[in-house]
């Protein structure tokens, strides 16, 4: 079967986009941690189903670059398999994974195989949906850490993301966004014109070969 699109494309033509359903388990080993992550690959999922490049960038970002994580409050945001928000919780941090309700039980189920033999560090992440820009409101404010990777492919969903991150970092939680660069879903225009109207934004990782970016964004104090 041909598609038309790149390998990485997150939205592949229609029909073609997992017609069948199938899973994979791999396993990643990042900080020190061995993760067993299931990619549940079919039409209900899209995008969602896969563990994407910038989620391992970003995991690979904390590691590297000593971000405290042990007795965070943490939130990922669009989490799709978890990959980040179950690597944070296996060190230490408090987690809560969130994305829209057909993606939680493929959440839950990587949640429940990662648990360590010892038990969580901390507590046992929690799974939640979110939809950005509509039940924000129902979630605290106080967290330290906002995480996201690979969530900035519909224009249509940018100012109710940044309206959702304004809520969640209004108590000074520091967020982490990962992106594939993708000019054609006009992800450099978030970084550039949406996310800055509200936050202060820093470039912190730059991978040219695979036109990933890691930035660092804090809420202005204007608003």
């Not at 989490?79 to 993606?103: E, F, M, N, S, Y």
């Not at 996310?195 to 204007?222: E, G, M, T």
């Amino acid at each position: 079967m041909n598609c038309a699109g790149e390998e990485d494309d997150p939205f592949p033509v229609e029909d073609c986009l997992f017609a069948e359903t199938f899973s994979q388990d791999t396993v990643y080993t990042l900080a020190g941690q061995q993760l067993k992550i299931r990619q549940v690959f079919g039409a209900s999922l899209g995008v969602a189903s896969r563990v994407w490049e910038s989620a391992l960038h970003l995991c690979g970002y904390l590691e590297e670059q000593f971000v405290e994580l042990r007795g965070k409050r943490v939130i990922e945001l669009g989490a799709g398999t978890g990959v980040v928000g179950i690597l944070a919780a296996r060190l230490g941090a408090v987690v809560t994974l969130t994305d829209l309700p057909k993606v939680l039980p493929q959440l839950q189920a990587n949640v429940s195989a990662n648990m360590p033999y010892s038990g969580w560090p901390t507590s046992l992440p929690n799974v939640l949906p979110l939809s950005w820009g509509e039940d924000h409101i129902n979630f605290s404010s106080d967290w330290d850490l906002v995480l996201c990777a690979d969530i900035i492919y519909l224009p249509e969903t940018f100012l109710l993301l940044v309206e959702t991150l304004t809520h969640l970092c209004k108590n000074g939680a520091m967020a982490y966004l990962s992106s594939k660069m993708r000019k054609e879903h006009q992800t450099p225009g978030f970084y550039e014109e949406y996310l800055p109207c509200r936050f202060n934004v820093q470039l912190v990782h730059q991978d040219d070969k695979q036109n990933i970016n890691i930035y660092r964004a804090s809420l202005r104090k204007d608003q």
